[in-house]
């Protein structure tokens, strides 16, 4: 049974920082490509950064700078140290797995201005 864990999310003030985790597990994690994606209220769904086997990174052009993606395969474990938080960067935040697809139940974060 595939599962992806999202951790870290909660509440911070603007110009905090959280990292977000993605544990996952039934999986052969480290020659999969990972990401998160984040989906706010009304708004569509963003993808905001992945990652290959080869840990080559893409973000998108919101959070470069500010967000960086890493991996742990000893962990299984993809994470997501977000800093610099701004408003518009509340949302739930959900971990992907490439191919096939397999999604985390999302962890929600609030930024508080």
């Known amino acids: 049974q595939v599962q992806l864990v999202e951790s870290g999310g909660g509440l911070v003030q603007a110009g905090g920082s959280l990292r977000l985790s993605c544990a996952a597990s039934?999986?052969?994690?480290?020659?999969?490509?990972m990401g998160w994606y984040r989906q706010a209220p009304g708004k569509q769904r963003e993808l905001v950064a992945t990652?290959?086997?080869?840990?080559?990174?893409n973000y998108a052009d919101s959070v470069k700078g500010r967000f960086t993606i890493s991996r742990d395969n000893a962990k299984n474990t993809v994470y997501l140290p977000m800093s610099s938080l701004k408003p518009d960067d509340a949302a739930v935040y959900s971990c992907?797995?490439?191919?096939?697809?397999?999604w985390g139940q999302g962890t929600q974060v609030t930024v508080s201005s």
């Open positions: 992907r797995r490439w191919t096939p697809a397999y």
């Open positions: 039934g999986i052969i994690f480290s020659s999969s490509i």
């Open positions: 990652i290959t086997s080869g840990s080559t990174t």
